[in-house]
């Protein structure tokens, strides 16, 4: 059967099923979906046909339903796997559909069996679906699903662990409402550190996941400050690039390419790249995939090389990499791809230039956007234009063969060409390589080639319309901007050019160019409008009339947009078929007295007023056409308006109940908003009652250290008083020996005086109670130099117990609670050593005052043996008692 029967059956099929889902019409539908899927039409849905939008239509509110019985589940998904083959369909079966949240509801539904295979199915068609799209959580089973995946990320089973982080990977890239969902979640904690115990795993797919999800949720915050740091980063980027070179498979090398170029977007880290010693190696090994005939492999590389490129320190590395590969650094190749690695990356770069266009991979494209910005950079100021003369010498044939051949898909031609034009115009900002490309380009060529962007401006091809005439506009600008650069060096080329620029149709895509958004475009346009301004035949009057409806077309389309006009119902194909043959007949009419009447005035512009109309005028009809063809389709599409009115009611009726459990969960949302709103304000309350304990604990610990150095000046005092007290024991032990030189001296004037014994007995039993007391003196001194050395035991002491308690200050500062007890107790020992240093001060001030007492009752002493010797007849007049 061919496919469309195939289509209808499987139609009928549905609705036998939707009727009575018994087994055998579920066996049915099996079967018609496996013919389907047979058929291995995997661009079903990008055709844009009616009969297969509604099959899948059907098909995703079956799998949805809760009543659908798992094995037709199972089979609808294999068949919707093969279908999201391309952007184009996955964007029809994420947006048209709502298939994102349909299989989320499915997962949700048997999360309490996870370990089904129809669970690991939808995770793995969602993971397809949700790679390279953003995701918007607007359905609660989106929640419901990333919950799920977190609980079953932490699992210990590989086979479901595998396809949520996958599928987690893909929902936090670029998704801040995922992300801030996750990052409020309780359990986020331990899922990061589940996260960084899977960076250890032995399987390079789980740890490239592992990095994705991590890089997506942590990289701007404390925890990806830390895992990407400069100490960390060398190693994540030799993994990295480890896994690109010698992956498991594409799907992992895809992952790893997105981890580093979202690592590349953030400026430290792209900076730590610069610096990497091994990035040389590591891009010779990269450019060494460019080899492999995979095209999703190669895309993904060029993929990164463009992202490299964005970073500046990057780009001359780059150019080494590809320019002089001999001379880059070589890593030690490994497993199969050493024989890979070998060839050069020159010739493996231009191979990709001439794969196709369209699909999902658009290698051709991606190598010429690389090349543009390589060379540009090899042959800039900075650069060495000889490193890329012979790869230029290589790359002009093969450039030239695209502008040459003819492509049978004009909107990939023109967008292949304008990306040639880049690069050639990159060429010829350098001498070498202009001339060069001067011996390669002809005029011939460049006029053949305007002729064929000409022709698809204007509409001459059956599948232009707006946006082919935008893409060959852009071609033949890039084209005209070649020639004006290659004209002094071309033979006939500056002829060619102005003969191009007095074309009439060339007012189109310069109008377009003018009234363009794009300041490369406006540019562009303005350098070839001045170059044309000064010829004769430039069709000015034409390009002013294109311009004015381009701006006026612009207008309109605001002013829709604004106002949101609702479109009418389509009138019948014969009325409006009618009233645009007419309209164009009365046009013509109108042209035609206009022209009789300006033909009088013998106006120099009739004949461009006249090729403007009429171009005009086979614009109207070809459009008329289209519209009869497009009313045509309409009246073919309301054969089914009945039926889709039908599924619309119930579709807005289960909408009307989403909408009113959404308002339920929009209430419980504000409420746990609420609660929550209400603990975070008790947890900045308590931040700032720690915050000023931390404050109070401080200004304590500043008064700890005034009590401290006030201590240090008391003990200096303390030394000094101790230097003074062994400077008057000193002296005490000097009056001790004068004493005793007086004492024998005493004992001669006793021989001398015995015939005034007599006279002075009562002297000398005062000099012998004055000797007893002077001996009582001697105790008392010895009693306090007692006193004074336990006196510095206990300093001593004091003096160790405050090291000891710095000691216990430093490890008190490590724990807060026990240090108030502390504090005291060093309070309290401070103060004991105080007391103790203000008795000693008052015991040495008594002691002073003692002294000074014996000094005086000395000086008595003195007083009357002077007395005494003086009534003995003065034989020894020299005696010094004094002190």
Same mark, same amino acid.
């Given at each position: 059967?061919?496919?469309?029967?195939?289509?209808?059956?499987?139609?009928?099929?549905?609705?036998?099923?939707?009727?009575?889902?018994?087994?055998?019409?579920?066996?049915?539908?099996?079967?018609?979906?496996?013919?389907?899927?047979?058929?291995?039409?995997?661009?079903?849905?990008?055709?844009?046909?009616?009969?297969?939008?509604?099959?899948?239509?059907?098909?995703?509110?079956?799998?949805?339903?809760?009543?659908?019985?798992?094995?037709?589940?199972?089979?609808?998904?294999?068949?919707?796997?093969?279908?999201?083959?391309?952007?184009?369909?996955?964007?029809?079966?994420?947006?048209?559909?709502?298939?994102?949240?349909?299989?989320?509801?499915?997962?949700?539904?048997?999360?309490?069996?996870?370990?089904?295979?129809?669970?690991?199915?939808?995770?793995?068609?969602?993971?397809?679906?949700?790679?390279?799209?953003?995701?918007?959580?607007?359905?609660?089973?989106?929640?419901?699903?990333?919950?799920?995946?977190?609980?079953?990320?932490?699992?210990?089973?590989?086979?479901?662990?595998?396809?949520?982080?996958?599928?987690?990977?893909?929902?936090?890239?670029?998704?801040?409402?995922?992300?801030?969902?996750?990052?409020?979640?309780?359990?986020?904690?331990?899922?990061?550190?589940?996260?960084?115990?899977?960076?250890?795993?032995?399987?390079?797919?789980?740890?490239?996941?592992?990095?994705?999800?991590?890089?997506?949720?942590?990289?701007?915050?404390?925890?990806?400050?830390?895992?990407?740091?400069?100490?960390?980063?060398?190693?994540?980027?030799?993994?990295?690039?480890?896994?690109?070179?010698?992956?498991?498979?594409?799907?992992?090398?895809?992952?790893?390419?997105?981890?580093?170029?979202?690592?590349?977007?953030?400026?430290?880290?792209?900076?730590?790249?610069?610096?990497?010693?091994?990035?040389?190696?590591?891009?010779?090994?990269?450019?060494?995939?460019?080899?492999?005939?995979?095209?999703?492999?190669?895309?993904?590389?060029?993929?990164?090389?463009?992202?490299?490129?964005?970073?500046?320190?990057?780009?001359?590395?780059?150019?080494?990499?590809?320019?002089?590969?001999?001379?880059?650094?070589?890593?030690?190749?490994?497993?199969?791809?050493?024989?890979?690695?070998?060839?050069?990356?020159?010739?493996?770069?231009?191979?990709?230039?001439?794969?196709?266009?369209?699909?999902?991979?658009?290698?051709?494209?991606?190598?010429?956007?690389?090349?543009?910005?390589?060379?540009?950079?090899?042959?800039?100021?900075?650069?060495?234009?000889?490193?890329?003369?012979?790869?230029?010498?290589?790359?002009?044939?093969?450039?030239?063969?695209?502008?040459?051949?003819?492509?049978?898909?004009?909107?990939?031609?023109?967008?292949?060409?304008?990306?040639?034009?880049?690069?050639?115009?990159?060429?010829?900002?350098?001498?070498?390589?202009?001339?060069?490309?001067?011996?390669?380009?002809?005029?011939?060529?460049?006029?053949?080639?305007?002729?064929?962007?000409?022709?698809?401006?204007?509409?001459?091809?059956?599948?232009?319309?707006?946006?082919?005439?935008?893409?060959?506009?852009?071609?033949?600008?890039?084209?005209?901007?070649?020639?004006?650069?290659?004209?002094?060096?071309?033979?006939?080329?500056?002829?060619?050019?102005?003969?191009?620029?007095?074309?009439?149709?060339?007012?189109?895509?310069?109008?377009?160019?003018?009234?363009?958004?794009?300041?490369?475009?406006?540019?562009?346009?303005?350098?070839?409008?001045?170059?044309?301004?000064?010829?004769?035949?430039?069709?000015?009057?034409?390009?002013?009339?294109?311009?004015?409806?381009?701006?006026?077309?612009?207008?309109?389309?605001?002013?829709?947009?604004?106002?949101?006009?609702?479109?009418?119902?389509?009138?019948?194909?014969?009325?409006?078929?009618?009233?645009?043959?007419?309209?164009?007949?009365?046009?013509?009419?109108?042209?035609?007295?206009?022209?009789?009447?300006?033909?009088?005035?013998?106006?120099?512009?009739?004949?461009?007023?006249?090729?403007?109309?009429?171009?005009?005028?086979?614009?109207?009809?070809?459009?008329?056409?289209?519209?009869?063809?497009?009313?045509?389709?309409?009246?073919?599409?309301?054969?089914?308006?009945?039926?889709?009115?039908?599924?619309?009611?119930?579709?807005?009726?289960?909408?009307?109940?989403?909408?009113?459990?959404?308002?339920?969960?929009?209430?419980?949302?504000?409420?746990?908003?609420?609660?929550?709103?209400?603990?975070?304000?008790?947890?900045?309350?308590?931040?700032?009652?720690?915050?000023?304990?931390?404050?109070?604990?401080?200004?304590?610990?500043?008064?700890?250290?005034?009590?401290?150095?006030?201590?240090?000046?008391?003990?200096?005092?303390?030394?000094?008083?101790? *230097?003074?007290?062994? %400077?008057? =024991? $000193?002296?005490?032990? /000097? +009056?001790?020996? &004068?004493?005793?030189? !007086?004492? @024998?001296?005493?004992?001669?004037?006793?021989?001398?005086?015995?015939?005034?014994?007599?006279?002075?007995?009562?002297?000398?039993?005062?000099?012998?109670?004055?000797?007893?007391?002077?001996?009582?003196?001697?105790?008392?001194?010895?009693?306090?130099?007692?006193?004074?050395?336990?006196?510095?035991?206990?300093?001593?002491?004091?003096? *160790?117990?405050?090291? %000891?308690? =710095? $000691?216990?200050?430093? /490890? +008190?500062?490590? &724990?807060?609670?026990? !240090?108030? @007890?502390?504090?005291?107790?060093?309070?309290?020992?401070?103060?004991?050593?105080?007391?103790?240093?203000?008795?000693?001060?008052?015991?040495?001030?008594?002691?002073?005052?003692?002294?000074?007492?014996?000094?005086?009752?000395?000086?008595?002493?003195?007083?009357?043996?002077?007395?005494?010797?003086?009534?003995?007849?003065?034989?020894?007049?020299?005696?010094?008692?004094?002190?």
């Amino acid at each position: 059967m061919d496919g469309t029967t195939c289509l209808k059956a499987l139609l009928l099929a549905m609705q036998q099923y939707e009727a009575g889902r018994t087994a055998h019409c579920a066996a049915q539908l099996v079967k018609q979906v496996e013919e389907v899927s047979a058929l291995k039409c995997e661009l079903l849905l990008s055709s844009g046909q009616p009969l297969p939008n509604e099959c899948v239509r059907g098909l995703a509110e079956l799998t949805g339903s809760a009543t659908t019985c798992p094995t037709v589940a199972a089979a609808i998904l294999s068949l919707l796997a093969q279908l999201a083959c391309d952007d184009d369909s996955k964007k029809i079966l994420d947006c048209n559909l709502d298939l994102v949240g349909i299989l989320a509801s499915l997962v949700y539904r048997y999360s309490a069996t996870p370990a089904d295979p129809l669970v690991l199915q939808s995770l793995q068609l969602l993971q397809k679906l949700t790679y390279n799209t953003r995701v918007f959580p607007s359905s609660s089973h989106v929640y419901k699903l990333i919950d799920f995946l977190m609980v079953n990320i932490q699992s210990h089973s590989d086979d479901i662990m595998l396809p949520c982080l996958g599928l987690m990977a893909n929902l936090c890239r670029n998704n801040y409402a995922v992300q801030s969902h996750i990052k409020s979640l309780d359990n986020v904690k331990s899922f990061y550190r589940t996260l960084i115990h899977f960076l250890a795993h032995n399987s390079l797919t789980v740890v490239v996941f592992t990095l994705s999800v991590l890089a997506s949720l942590t990289l701007n915050e404390k925890v990806g400050e830390k895992l990407f740091d400069a100490k960390n980063i060398h190693q994540t980027f030799q993994l990295v690039f480890n896994i690109i070179v010698n992956g498991d498979g594409t799907l992992t090398r895809k992952y790893a390419v997105d981890l580093l170029v979202d690592l590349l977007q953030n400026p430290k880290i792209a900076d730590y790249l610069t610096r990497y010693q091994h990035f040389s190696a590591c891009v010779s090994q990269v450019l060494g995939l460019l080899q492999l005939k995979d095209a999703d492999s190669a895309a993904k590389v060029l993929e990164l090389l463009l992202a490299m490129c964005a970073v500046s320190g990057l780009r001359p590395q780059l150019c080494r990499a590809l320019f002089k590969p001999a001379a880059a650094p070589k890593l030690r190749a490994i497993g199969r791809r050493q024989a890979e690695h070998k060839a050069e990356p020159g010739p493996a770069l231009a191979q990709w230039l001439g794969s196709p266009v369209g699909g999902a991979e658009a290698c051709s494209l991606k190598a010429l956007r690389l090349l543009d910005q390589l060379l540009e950079e090899a042959l800039g100021a900075d650069g060495d234009p000889d490193d890329a003369r012979s790869f230029v010498e290589m790359l002009l044939p093969v450039l030239l063969d695209f502008v040459k051949g003819a492509d049978n898909n004009l909107r990939q031609h023109c967008e292949r060409v304008t990306h040639v034009n880049d690069v050639l115009l990159v060429m010829c900002g350098e001498a070498t390589t202009r001339a060069l490309l001067s011996h390669h380009v002809s005029a011939q060529l460049c006029l053949s080639q305007v002729e064929t962007l000409l022709a698809g401006c204007h509409g001459d091809s059956p599948a232009a319309d707006d946006a082919l005439s935008q893409v060959c506009a852009e071609a033949l600008l890039g084209t005209l901007e070649l020639m004006s650069k290659l004209r002094q060096q071309v033979k006939d080329m500056e002829t060619s050019f102005y003969r191009a620029l007095q074309d009439r149709r060339i007012a189109t895509p310069l109008a377009l160019a003018l009234t363009s958004h794009h300041r490369k475009r406006v540019r562009t346009g303005l350098a070839l409008l001045l170059e044309a301004t000064p010829l004769p035949d430039f069709p000015s009057l034409v390009l002013a009339e294109s311009m004015a409806a381009n701006n006026a077309y612009r207008q309109k389309e605001a002013e829709l947009s604004v106002k949101r006009v609702a479109v009418r119902d389509v009138p019948p194909p014969g009325s409006n078929a009618s009233a645009s043959s007419s309209g164009v007949h009365s046009l013509a009419e109108k042209l035609h007295n206009d022209l009789e009447l300006q033909e009088r005035a013998e106006d120099a512009h009739v004949s461009d007023i006249i090729d403007m109309y009429e171009q005009k005028i086979a614009a109207l009809a070809s459009k008329e056409s289209r519209l009869q063809d497009v009313l045509e389709a309409k009246a073919v599409a309301l054969s089914q308006a009945d039926r889709l009115i039908a599924q619309c009611h119930f579709q807005q009726a289960r909408a009307e109940a989403e909408a009113r459990k959404l308002a339920g969960l929009l209430k419980e949302a504000e409420r746990r908003r609420e609660e929550l709103r209400a603990e975070l304000g008790a947890q900045l309350e308590e931040a700032r009652r720690s915050e000023a304990d931390t404050e109070e604990l401080l200004r304590h610990n500043a008064r700890l250290q005034l009590d401290s150095e006030e201590h240090q000046a008391l003990k200096a005092a303390y030394n000094s008083l101790l *230097d003074r007290f062994n %400077e008057s =024991e $000193r002296l005490l032990k /000097e +009056l001790q020996t &004068a004493h005793a030189d !007086l004492s @024998k001296q005493y004992e001669t004037l006793k021989k001398n005086q015995q015939t005034l014994q007599t006279q002075h007995d009562k002297t000398v039993s005062l000099l012998r109670e004055k000797e007893k007391e002077i001996t009582s003196l001697r105790s008392d001194v010895r009693l306090k130099d007692q006193d004074a050395a336990a006196l510095r035991g206990e300093l001593r002491a004091a003096a *160790d117990e405050r090291r %000891e308690q =710095e $000691r216990q200050k430093r /490890e +008190l500062e490590d &724990a807060l609670d026990a !240090l108030k @007890k502390e504090l005291n107790k060093t309070e309290q020992a401070r103060k004991d050593a105080s007391i103790k240093v203000s008795s000693l001060e008052l015991q040495k001030s008594q002691l002073e005052a003692k002294l000074k007492q014996r000094e005086d009752q000395l000086g008595k002493h003195s007083a009357m043996i002077a007395m005494i010797h003086s009534l003995s007849g003065g034989k020894q007049n020299e005696v010094n008692l004094s002190l």
